[in-house]
Nanobody
Framework: QVQLVESGGGLVQAGGSLRLSCVAS????????MGWFRQAPGKEREFVGA????????YYADSVKGRFTISRDNAKNTVALQMNSLKPEDTAVYYC?????????????WGQGTQVTVSS
């Protein structure tokens, strides 16, 4: 099992940037595909992006492509989400997620979430 703790959320103006971090417990972090999801008020949780165990070839939802970047540091058991050019529609609770192997749309491990609010 793995436990995930996110940090880095907050309030930012449109056009600004935020960096979210997720720290994972355990000694087998390298086995996990990692990713980020978000849930806006009144909406279903949606996929944001994911990264494989090696850190190569991250992939993103079309809505954030070119603005968000996922990276991971296996030595520190962390995965980060750099969010640039933020828009009010990016406002949501952001969740870190993990799954052994390739991250699916229903990963078994989740963090508690961190709030991101983008003001116009």
């Amino acid at each position: 099992q793995v436990q995930l703790v996110e940090s880095g959320g907050g309030l930012v103006q449109a056009g600004g940037s935020l960096r979210l971090s997720c720290v994972a417990s355990g000694r087998t972090f390298r086995r996990y595909g990692m990713g980020w999801f978000r849930q806006a008020p009144g909406k279903e949780r949606e996929f944001v992006g994911a990264i494989g165990w090696s850190g190569g070839s991250p992939y993103y939802a079309d809505s954030v492509k070119g603005r968000f970047t996922i990276s991971r540091d296996n030595a520190k058991n962390t995965v980060a989400l750099q969010m640039n050019s933020l828009k009010p529609e990016d406002t949501a609770v952001y969740y870190c997620a993990a799954e052994i192997g390739v991250l699916s749309t229903t990963p078994p491990y989740w963090g508690q979430g961190t709030q991101v609010t983008v003001s116009s």
